[in-house]
């Protein structure tokens, strides 16, 4: 059999290569910081998060992703609140933290997505990574980057002391997806 | 006076070990109560923080303390006491060692189990003995504050008892402490 023909009846066993978009489930993921507070980690989680992951030609190509600041979790209930005042994440004038990427670049099985993180309506650009896996069938983004919490404003006032409070955070992030 | 304690005095290590073992308590009592008062906030945060840190210091000295007063009887108690004086105070101060323990290592165990971490004075991490337990969390700080609150009782009870040997009975019991000797009043 002369190869194209192969390279067609392969070509045409794999799945469609049009457009698939995937809905980022809260349920089972996590999305967790770190900080230093007082020279220790301190981490925390956030519950409410979402967004859309979609993948063209076997590459993911875009991502669009939300986290609610609302939904902080420390386990102490008094630093819950005190996050979700103006001084911090001012969850009543900002309700959604987004990350829209503008560019997708794989590097073997590690992904790069480059874009713009909005934070309190501070627009920064921030790079990514993460890695696709597979998890019950179902595929699975999972990754952490370090951001600088000054950079979006996040602690102001006296809280803008990293002596205390750290100025680094890291984020580490999972979640399954679902066809759309 | 000596480094060691004698029959009748207690000795220079001795008394170090209970001085400051009483001012960093009394300290500790005074930030651990503005601390806890204050709302969220830096001053809060570092208030704290100084707060497990000179908890875990006084653990530290505590223990020390014990040791060397395994290796050095302290002196004896006035003969003119009566039994039961004698036996309360040996059970106030087997309780004060045990408080003395007891108290920070709840505070610990209360970081521990919050999430907030010790670092002991900027030097070094401290370990945490639990993991982080929101249950575990509200427990340890019902214990801390009930031995704490024990521990301040007992305070005013020792330095009460101390004072009416030193005014009342005028029997020398106090003055063991004291690294002078204030002319007595008879």
């Not at chain 1, 030609?57 to 979700?84: F, H, M």
């Not at chain 1, 069938?137 to 205390?164: C, M, N, Q």
């Not at chain 2, 073992?21 to 109560?33: C, D, N």
Request: glycine share 8%; charged share 20%.
């Amino acid at each position: 059999m002369p190869r194209f023909l192969l390279v067609l009846l392969v070509s045409a066993a794999l799945p469609a290569a049009a457009d698939e978009c995937y809905s980022v489930d809260a349920a089972g993921g996590s999305v967790s910081f770190e900080l230093g507070q007082a020279g220790s980690p301190f981490r925390g989680a956030f519950r409410r998060f979402g967004g859309e992951l979609c993948i063209v030609q076997s590459q993911v190509a875009r991502i669009d992703v939300w986290l609610e600041p609302a939904s902080v979790e420390t386990g102490l209930p008094e630093i819950d609140a005190a996050l979700k005042e103006k001084e911090f994440f001012d969850v009543g004038g900002h309700p959604r933290i987004a990350f829209a990427s503008e560019s997708v670049q794989a590097r073997g099985d590690r992904q790069l997505a480059r874009g713009v993180l909005d934070i309190k309506g501070k627009r920064r650009n921030a790079e990514v990574p993460f890695r696709m896996g597979e998890s019950g069938g179902k595929p699975v983004v999972s990754g952490s980057f370090t951001l600088d919490r000054l950079d979006y404003g996040i602690g102001s006032g006296e809280w803008a002391d990293t002596r205390w409070l750290g100025a680094e955070v890291k984020i580490d992030f999972s979640a399954t997806l679902s066809r759309r | 006076m000596n480094l060691r304690n004698s029959t009748e005095s207690y000795g220079i290590i001795a008394q170090t070990f209970h001085w400051l073992v009483a001012l960093l308590v009394l300290a500790q009592l005074g930030i651990g109560l503005y601390a806890a008062n204050l709302p969220v906030s830096v001053a809060r945060l570092r208030w704290l923080s100084h707060h497990k840190s000179l908890g875990l210091a006084i653990l530290a000295l505590v223990l020390l303390r014990l040791g060397w007063r395994a290796l050095n009887p302290p002196p004896e108690l006035a003969r003119s006491m009566p039994r039961w004086e004698r036996l309360a105070a040996l059970a106030t101060h087997r309780l004060f060692y045990l408080l003395l323990i007891l108290a920070p290592l709840c505070g610990w165990l209360y970081a521990s189990a919050s999430g907030l971490s010790v670092n002991w004075f900027g030097m070094f991490k401290v370990p945490d003995l639990v993991s982080k337990d929101r249950e575990l969390a509200a427990l340890f700080k019902a214990l801390h504050i009930g031995l704490v609150a024990l521990l301040a009782s007992l305070v005013a009870l020792h330095v009460a008892a101390a004072l009416r040997h030193e005014l009342v009975l005028r029997d020398g019991v106090m003055r063991r402490m004291l690294p002078w000797k204030p002319p007595s009043g008879d």
